[in-house]
Nanobody, 115 residues
Framework: QVQLVESGGGLVQPGGSLRLSCAVS????????MDWYRQAPGKERELVAS???????NYADSVKGRFTTSRDNTKNTMYLQMNSLKPEDTAVYYC?????????WGQGTQVTVSS
């Protein structure tokens, strides 16, 4: 069974940085296209960043230039480096993949940007 586990969230001041991790088990990680989503209170879940099996990346306009996603296939892990964080980046961050026509989500990790 495919499982995704996020880690690395926390409280950070505006302008600070965090690195999120998403550890994947239960399948061959290197073939997966992966996504980062976030959901702020009272808002819909939104796509933040994507990285495919060929390491091609895409970003939402709101995070372009500040966030970088990467993957380490030897560790079955995807990362989201978040720099120059803003209060509006506060949300629960989720990783997601699709395997065998089924979407799999992690449990989420809270990121709070506040002074």
């Amino acid at each position: 069974q495919v499982q995704l586990v996020e880690s690395g969230g926390g409280l950070v001041q505006p302008g600070g940085s965090l690195r999120l991790s998403c550890a994947v088990s239960g399948t061959i990680f290197s073939i997966l296209d992966m996504d980062w989503y976030r959901q702020a209170p009272g808002k819909e879940r939104e796509l933040v960043a994507s990285i495919n099996s060929r390491d091609s990346t895409n970003y939402a306009d709101s995070v372009k230039g500040r966030f970088t996603t990467s993957r380490d296939n030897t560790k079955n892990t995807m990362y989201l480096q978040m720099n120059s964080l803003k209060p509006e980046d506060t949300a629960v961050y989720y990783c997601k993949t699709n395997y065998g026509w089924v979407n799999y989500w992690g449990q989420g990790t809270q990121v709070t940007v506040s002074s």
